[in-house]
Structure formats: C-alpha cells, structure tokens
C-alpha cells in the first residue's frame, strides 16, 4: 500500500529519464495492488489517480515515438516498443507512427524553405509564417535556390532514413521473437504476437509509398515554384544532378520511377533548353560570321572524350545515378544509399565542382605536341652548325666592298621549324574554333540527357539542328553560287538539295524584319529559327593571289567531315540514352543521311572544286 501511495512521484522520475517501460510497469503493478486492497478508502483515491498517470504517459510516449522520425535512436525506440508493448497498443502505436511520419515530412519541407525566404527578405516579418507551403515556394530567390533545395533533400533524406532504420529493427526483432517464441509453449500468445507483427509489416510496407509520395509532391512544388529557365547551366545541372539523385533514393526506398518528379522535372527542363539552346543558336552564328576558317591546333591524338563536357561518358552509370556523384564501385554488388549513409553523413551534402581538376591537354603547344619537343625544337636551331659562314658574317669585306649580309633572326627559324612541323602532322584533325564549340555543345547537350533521359528526345532534335547549321553555313559561304543556281549546276546531288531546302524551310529565317501583320503562330515559328549567317569580310574567296580561298575551303569542308565523324561516333551513346519508343526517332535521323561520314565526304569535292573552275574560268574570260 505504501508503494501504490509513492507510485506517482516514482513514475515522475521514470520519465525523466525516458524509462517509459519502467514508468508503465509501475502504474500497472500500484493498479493490480490497487484493485486488491480496493476496500480501503485511501486506495480507491489512488487508483483514480494512477489512472490520469497513466494517460499522461501515454501522451508523453506519443511526442517521444514523434521523435523517432527525424532522428532514429535505437536505443529510444526499443524503449517507446516496449512500452507499448506493456500497454498491448503496438497496433496503435503503428498507426501514430505512419502519423508523425506524415506531419514530420510537411513541418520538415516548410521550416526548410521558410528560412531560407525570411533570410533572402532580411526581416523579421512574420507574414511568411502565415503562408502555404506553395505560396511560400515562390518567394526564393534565384540565389538561395539550389542550396534551399540541397537542405531540403537532406531534411528528407533524414526522415526517410529514419523510417528505413525503423523497419530494419522491426526486421530484427520479429526474427528474434519468432525464434523464442518456437521454443515457448504459449499458443495463444503466440497467436496475437503473430497477429501484431502481421499488422505491423503489411503497415510498413505500404507506408513506404505514402510516404515516398508525399516527398514527391512536396519537391515537385518547390521545383515548380521558380522558373528555371534564367539559370546559369552548370547550376541548371546541378539541379538535375540533385533531383536524380532524389530518384535514385524513391527507387531504392520503394522501387518507385518517381513519375511525379519525372514529370515536374521535363517541364522545366523542356522550357530551359527552348530557351539555352535559342542563345546557343545565336552564339553559334555569331561565331560563324567571325570565324576565318584557320586551322585550330589540336594534338594528333585528339578526341572529343578529352573535352570536359564528355568526361561523364568515361564511366557507365545506372539510370537513374546522379553523373557527377556516382561512386564507383569495385565489388559485384553494388551497394546502396541508405547502406551506405546509414551509419552517417547525407548523399545530398554539397560538393565543390571538382571538373576542373584535370585540365585539358588538347591544343598543341604553338604548333607542337607537347612541351619538350617545342624545347627540343628550339634547342635544335639555337646551335649554328646549319647556319651558312656568309650568313654569319656581319661585316664589310674592305676588299671586295660587299654589303654585309645579316643573318636570319632565330624566331624566323623558329616560325620555319614550326612550318615545317604543321605541314608533317597529317594526322592531326582538321577543324576549326567554331567545330570545338560545336563540339563541347553537343557534349553539354548529351550531358544533360544522360542525367534526365526523358527530354532526350528534345535534345537530340537540337542537337541535329547545331549540325544542320554548320552544314548550312558551309554550304552558304563556300558552296552556293547564285549565277549557277539557276542553271541547275550549283547541285549535282538531289539528295543534298532536298536536305539544304529541309534546313532552310525548317531552321533558317530568311525574313529580315517582323510583319505585325503576322500571326501569332508565325511569330512563334519564327522565334525558333535563326538568321542566315554571313560569311566573314577577312575570307577573301574572288582572289587568285589565294586560290580563291583555298585554304579556307579545305578547312570548312574537312572540319564539317570531322564534326559528322563525331555524331557518328556518339551514335550507339544516344540510342542508350533515348526512351524506347522515341528510337525510331533516333533511327531516322541516322538513315536519312544526314549525319554519315560519307556523306560528308561528297561535299569536298562538290563544294572545293566548282567553285574554284567557275571562279578560274570566270578570271580567264574577263582577261
């Protein structure tokens, strides 16, 4: 009796140390002494009161399972179980559970963003705090919006750890109870017991997909609360890089493709790679109009894999990996997120950029292949053992009164070395600064499909139209003569005037200036086409002094040879990365010829040598 009448000051210090177990198995032992020496008056007080106890436990017991879903603690949620288990409410305690799970993911998602906006305001305003989660979305500011959504991820990523962890130790101790419970004879507790855990699996198992689909929608509205199309791309990516990497946890938590994200995701990809690749387009003509068709000195050994941009393509990724995150593995099985952050650490921590800690080696050194030989080769003319006698004279015969003769200056035998060094490296590729930037667009291009394959179809449209440019400016500044066109001569090939009159109709705005009279969808046709580019005012092409730029034809022609050998070559990478039922797409564009190297070769000959017999017989006549 005495016990019973101290019980609720030793229940007091049970849950001040999170002993709910022992707070509980108190009250239910004072309320079985209770119910023994009811007749007393001073007991039947006491048990009214070991009831309120009791509720009050219980309410503690509900903000301490709360806990559990941002922070899992071994330790405090096998005492919160036994607790309920005493209590015989483990099925309700499952049901709270999947509850607070719920409220932990929208209070997580909305403290998140809402610092991150009354830190961007610079005040105190509490008027934020009164705001829906959507609304509250579209107050972050460009600046804040990648690390925002980095937090946000790694305050998921905790919740859903947790209830990661929280099967696994149901996992663990259903096996530790099934086998204690074989070696007991207590059938009919067995039969609840088994009851519970049925309850409890079949609880867990589907809250996986709720729960999952509550992150989905809460990112899918942050996504889609700012426009992304103003973004840098490298930050762009970084965006891309982070929801696949989100993908990536939706499907090894709960086998989900995140459709939900998928599709917020390609809506705002779709829209800022209308409006990246507009201004590339622009970039590409500006270029175009400044390019003197030089040779770019590339080593002989170049490949476009040596670029930046197509460093993602040294190593074979899953699907849904992350490109620049993805760890490499050495093992056959391939390890997990939740495996391998489980103990600590978060896959959505922000790394530094780290692409450019390999530099690119892929430009001659001043006509050299590297360094050393540069070195050697200046080395080599340093000696005057090839220098003529009379060369180094630098004196007047008194005899003879010769004038002297000044020697060579070493940088003109250095400019001869060099010469003589370009016109021996015929291995080397032929291009041109333009094709480079061609060439490390298509592998930014290729880059972002690889991270979001469902856009793949849209990048790869504009891919083609980057070479379909070239080739139409080529063919502009060095291959069309007007006075011959008429006359059926300028093409020979059918074939390539059905695909330059393709270009033109479908890429190419011929009109200088905007008729306000025009519809609203010719408007909008046109701003998806770009100029005709001119060709620049220091290729000379009318000058016999310069064959009629010769020169520059050769480099044009050859560089656009160069450019179709690489969509060639990244073929079998697109036909990966494009969706099944786009393929045929992918097919087409190749089978139509548009792209094959030898296709490429037939406009050498066509666009270097008509042009150079017209442009000489036209000089003969006039003479």
Not at 80 to 109: E, P
Not at 166 to 186: I, L, P, Q, V
Not at 236 to 265: A, N, P, T
Not at 350 to 365: F, G, M, P, R
Request: glycine fraction near 4%; proline fraction near 3%; hydrophobic fraction near 35%.
């Amino acid at each position: 009796i005495k016990k019973c009448l101290y019980s609720n000051d030793s229940c007091c210090c049970y849950l001040k140390e999170e002993d709910y177990p022992g707070a509980i198995q108190l009250c239910l032992e004072c309320q079985k002494a209770a119910s023994t020496f009811k007749h007393y008056s001073c007991i039947s007080e006491l048990n009214s009161k070991l009831q309120d106890t009791l509720e009050q436990i219980e309410e503690q017991l509900d903000v301490a399972l709360s806990k559990i879903c941002k922070n899992f603690d071994i330790n405090h949620y096998t005492k919160v179980q036994q607790a309920y288990r005493l209590l015989g409410k483990t099925q309700t305690a499952m049901d709270q559970l999947h509850m607070h799970f719920t409220q932990a993911i929208h209070n997580t998602v909305f403290q998140v963003v809402l610092g991150y906006v009354e830190l961007c305001a610079g005040n105190t305003d509490t008027k934020f705090q009164k705001l829906q989660y959507k609304d509250l979305c579209t107050h972050v500011t460009p600046d804040s919006y990648i690390p925002c959504l980095a937090d946000l991820c790694k305050a998921l990523w905790e919740v859903m750890l947790s209830y990661y962890r929280t099967m696994e130790w149901h996992e663990k101790h259903d096996n530790e109870d099934t086998a204690s419970a074989s070696e007991g004879n207590n059938m009919i507790g067995t039969e609840e017991t088994n009851f519970d855990r049925g309850y409890i699996k079949k609880k867990l198992e589907h809250g996986l997909t709720r729960i999952w689909q509550d992150v989905q929608l809460k990112v899918k509205t942050y996504l889609l609360g700012t426009d992304l199309s103003i973004f840098k791309y490298d930050d762009f990516i970084f965006v891309l890089d982070i929801i696949s990497r989100l993908m990536q946890v939706g499907e090894e938590f709960c086998g989900s493709k995140s459709e939900v994200l998928q599709e917020s995701i390609r809506k705002q990809s779709v829209n800022y790679f209308k409006n990246y690749h507009r201004t590339r387009l622009d970039e590409l003509r500006m270029f175009l109009e400044n390019e003197t068709w030089e040779l770019c000195p590339v080593k002989s050994n170049f490949s476009i894999l040596q670029l930046h941009e197509f460093k993602f393509m040294e190593q074979s990724r899953s699907p849904s990996v992350s490109p620049s995150k993805q760890p490499v593995s050495t093992s056959s099985k391939t390890v997990t997120l939740f495996e391998q952050y489980c103990s600590g650490g978060n896959p959505f921590e922000i790394q530094a950029n780290h692409k450019d800690e390999e530099t690119e080696d892929v430009l001659a050194s001043n006509g050299y292949e590297s360094d050393e030989q540069e070195k050697s080769a200046y080395q080599e003319y340093d000696s005057d053992s090839d220098v003529p006698e009379e060369l180094k004279r630098d004196y007047v015969d008194e005899q003879t009164g010769d004038v002297p003769v000044k020697s060579v200056s070493r940088e003109t035998l250095k400019s001869r070395k060099k010469s003589d060094y370009s016109l021996n490296k015929v291995n080397a590729p032929i291009l041109t600064n333009t094709t480079l930037n061609v060439i490390r667009l298509v592998g930014k291009y290729m880059q972002m499909m690889n991270i979001l394959k469902p856009i793949a179809f849209d990048v790869i449209h504009f891919m083609s139209q980057l070479f379909d440019y070239y080739l139409y400016a080529i063919y502009t500044f060095f291959g069309r003569n007007d006075s011959l066109e008429s006359t059926g001569l300028g093409l020979s090939s059918s074939r390539l005037r059905t695909t330059l009159n393709r270009i033109q109709e479908s890429l190419i705005d011929l009109e200088v200036s905007a008729d306000p009279t025009a519809t609203l969808t010719a408007a909008e046709e046109r701003k998806e086409k770009v100029p005709s580019p001119h060709l620049s005012h220091l290729v000379v092409l009318t000058s016999g002094d310069t064959l009629y730029g010769l020169a520059e034809r050769v480099v044009a022609t050859e560089s656009l040879v160069f450019l179709a050998e690489q969509f060639e070559f990244l073929q079998p990478h697109l036909d990966a990365v494009m969706p099944a039922v786009k393929k045929p797409f992918l097919q087409q564009f190749y089978s139509q010829s548009q792209l094959p190297v030898n296709y490429a070769n037939q406009f050498t000959g066509l666009w270097l040598v008509k042009p150079l017999i017209m442009n000489r017989c036209c000089s003969s006549w006039l003479m």
